[in-house]
Nanobody, 130 residues
Framework: QVHLDESGGGLAQAGGSLTLSCAPS???????MGWFRQTLGKEREFVAS????????YFADSVQGRFTISRDFAKNTVYLQMNSLKPEDTAAYYC????????????????????????WGQGTQVTVSS
């Protein structure tokens, strides 16, 4: 059973920064990782994703230029660095892993599609105050 261990959420002021981490365990092999976020009453939305070797990254328009995604192979961990935070970034953030198509070759399920990710973390809350 794959488990995604998320950490790094918390409270930040507008303009500040936070770094989220996600470390999968329970399965060997290459994987792509996505980050999504959700607020009460809204659909879970795409934030960022990274392929198996870190060579391809994708971002939602709302976070482009402010967030970065990276991976540390030695620690088997994917990071979401969030800078210039805004109150509208307040949400529960979820990481998700895709072991079936770690290089985003599938042209039907794009990197931002929730349906491509079969394993999900428990979520970590990010709150940005104005």
């Amino acid at each position: 059973q794959v488990h995604l261990d998320e950490s790094g959420g918390g409270l930040a002021q507008a303009g500040g920064s936070l770094t989220l981490s996600c470390a999968p365990s329970g399965r060997l092999g290459s994987y792509a990782m996505g980050w999504f976020r959700q607020t009460l009453g809204k659909e879970r939305e795409f934030v960022a994703s990274i392929n198996w070797n870190g060579g391809r990254t994708y971002f939602a328009d709302s976070v482009q230029g402010r967030f970065t995604i990276s991976r540390d192979f030695a620690k088997n961990t994917v990071y979401l660095q969030m800078n210039s935070l805004k109150p509208e970034d307040t949400a529960a953030y979820y990481c998700a892993a895709d072991y079936n198509d770690p290089d985003f070759r599938d042209t039907y399920f794009l990197p931002e599609n929730k349906e491509r990710y079969m394993y999900w973390g428990q979520g970590t809350q990010v709150t940005v105050s104005s």
